[in-house]
């Protein structure tokens, strides 16, 4: 019997050392493996050259692609009379500063907004300028900005002396109704045509209607803005949401940004209250900065959209917004931020509407010395296993059988 077990001994002995054998390569595989993991980790290049989008190499065609996609923004091109571009179409006379035929359009589909735009005593002073998605026309005293993006958004700002501005909407054009406020915007327009409906505002100014013209008398310094939800905008829920923001005076500012993959990065913005501005800004892959300030503290919404590649938002990744280092919280509503309505919050907070871009709406207590940071970070991922590590698992678990019948058979008498 003792040499039985001193043999069952020598044998659990020999059993162990062939598992400890056959784990071996187990535990190798699994160390160089994240090993190798870490050494090919990029490091992270900062780039803060913001290009102009009139560059036409490879990275800003790219992003262009990517905007538009996303429903952000895309490129004007003009001919000397027709400025068009994927979301806004328009005839420009540099004689007449006139615009003719207001259109927004998105494919085949197009939406007549309005006939004509005409601002008092506007004759260019300089041939029009176009950046990217931003078409602009200046004379002594008052500029026109329009964007390339799916509200058809135009500005109108006025220095030095007051301007009246002739709107001559379709004959088909209802509801142009005229709405005053003793604050910021003081007039409002709404205004149907088809199945597409918008918004104009003026800051100081007033609004008057007849018929189916709509004149506005800007002030010095004013300010005029008008967007619309054509029929055929995608997320109309949202851009709806977004639009009643615009009107009413809540949303302080928009701004879009693209990345390039060589750096840098494209951007469409506007600010909705006098005052406003980003006094910095730096955007990359995942992360984005921006500091605001205003001339008088004030809260405010302020929307932030980026494509899906700049900054992720899907499952795999959670995305972490901050206020002066401190993070702030998600509203449980995706448009609750939307409806915050300046001085009824102390806290700010943030929304993530549901649209193919990843847009955020913040609201802000305080406006003035606010720096931004937005980050999308991604989850920790499950560990996996690769083919060579599953193969020298089979292998051990043979040896340990193998092993295990060794020492438990029954010994020969």
């Known amino acids: 019997m003792r040499i039985r077990w001193r043999r069952r001994g020598r044998l659990r002995k020999a059993a162990t050392a062939l598992v400890a054998l056959a784990l071996l390569p187990v535990a190798i595989l699994l160390g160089s493996a994240s090993i190798h993991a870490a050494a090919s980790s990029p490091a992270a290049g900062i780039h803060t050259d913001a290009l102009g ?36 179409s328009f005839d420009f006379s540099v004689g007449t ?21 005409r601002i008092a005593g506007f004759v260019p002073t300089s041939t029009p300028q176009i950046a990217g998605a931003t078409f602009t026309a200046s004379a002594s005293n008052v500029s026109l900005v ?26 088909g054009a209802t509801d142009l109704a005229v709405s005053h406020a003793t604050e910021w915007p003081h007039s409002g327009l709404a205004f149907g045509v088809g199945a597409s409906h918008g918004r104009l505002m003026v800051g100081r100014g007033n609004l008057t209607v007849n018929g189916t013209t709509v004149t506005a008398d800007l002030q010095a310094d004013d300010y005029l803005a008008l967007r619309a939800v054509p029929a055929f905008a995608e997320h109309a829920a949202e851009r709806t949401a977004v639009l009643d923001a615009f009107a009413s005076g809540r949303l302080a500012a928009e701004y879009e940004f693209v990345a390039m993959s060589g750096g840098g990065w494209l951007e469409n913005t506007a600010q909705y209250q006098g005052g406003l501005a980003a006094t910095s800004t730096h955007v990359e892959y995942g992360q984005a900065k921006i500091d605001l300030g205003v001339a008088e503290p004030r809260g405010g919404v302020v929307i932030l959209a980026f494509d899906p590649e700049t900054m992720p938002a899907d499952a795999q990744h959670r995305l972490v917004v901050t206020q002066n280092g401190s993070e702030v919280q998600q509203a449980t509503s995706p448009v609750e931020s939307l409806y915050t309505l300046p001085g009824t919050s102390a806290h700010p907070s943030f929304s993530l509407l549901a649209m193919n871009a990843t847009v955020l709406v913040i609201y802000l207590p305080e406006l003035s010395a606010s720096p931004l940071q937005i980050e999308s970070l991604a989850l920790p991922a499950s560990p996996g296993l690769d083919e060579p590590t599953e193969l020298a698992m089979v292998a051990a678990v043979f040896v340990v059988s193998l092993a295990a019948a060794v020492m438990l058979r029954r010994p020969q008498e």
């Open 146 to 171: 329009v964007h390339d993006e799916p509200t058809a958004l135009l500005e109108i700002h006025t220095t030095g002396q007051p301007r009246s501005v002739e709107l001559s909407f379709p004959s």
């Open 53 to 88: 989008t009139q560059d036409t190499g490879p990275p800003t065609a790219e992003a262009l692609q990517r905007s538009e996609a996303s429903g952000l923004f895309g490129p004007f091109s003009w001919d000397g009379q027709l400025v068009s571009g994927p979301f806004v």
């Open 97 to 117: 500063g006139a615009i003719v035929g207001y259109f927004a359009v998105n494919g085949t589909n197009a939406s007549l907004l309005i006939d004509t735009i």
